[in-house]
């Protein structure tokens, strides 16, 4: 195993949709890939905390972290970081407030999980998130 391999990102982020099925999903700055919102966990910090700090940041929203639902612990390529893992802890959030990109997002998408035609998708959302997506809400594959 490489040292990237071995020295993940750890990220937190949110697997967010609407009443129609549709996920939230960011794409930031001079980046290509969209993804779950979230963000990189800071030493010592809780992943819910860190989650919370980035949807304030990202899209203006402020999360209880008593309304996160605990979905597990995923790794994939990191998007923007060649030769690196993210290592993300995801939690569930309905979405009840609007939306609006912040921070370093550059554009907000609301995908349908069964409709992703040519858009970009991180290795974590494609391969991981979005399968989840299709599924009902107790059916949760960490492989």
Known sequence: MDMAAQN?????????????GRVLL???RA????????????????PQAALRREL???????????????VGRYTAPAAHEPGRLVD???F????VHS?????EIEEILWLDPNAVGSVKLAPLTRDKLLPLCSR????????
Not at 92 to 95: D, Q, S, W
Request: aromatic share 2%; proline share 7%.
């Open 8 to 20: 993940p990102i750890r990220i937190a982020a949110a697997l967010m949709s609407r009443s129609d």
């Open 88 to 90: 993300a802890e995801i």
């Open 56 to 70: 304030l940041e990202e899209l203006g929203i402020d999360v209880d972290p008593d309304d996160m639902t605990y």
């Open 99 to 103: 939306v609006s990109p912040g921070a």
């Open 92 to 95: 569930r959030i309905a979405v």
């Open 26 to 28: 960011v794409r930031k």
């Open 136 to 143: 009902p809400a107790a059916a949760t594959d960490r492989s």
């Open 31 to 46: 980046t290509e890939s969209f993804m779950q919102p979230g963000g990189k966990i800071e030493a010592d910090e809780h």
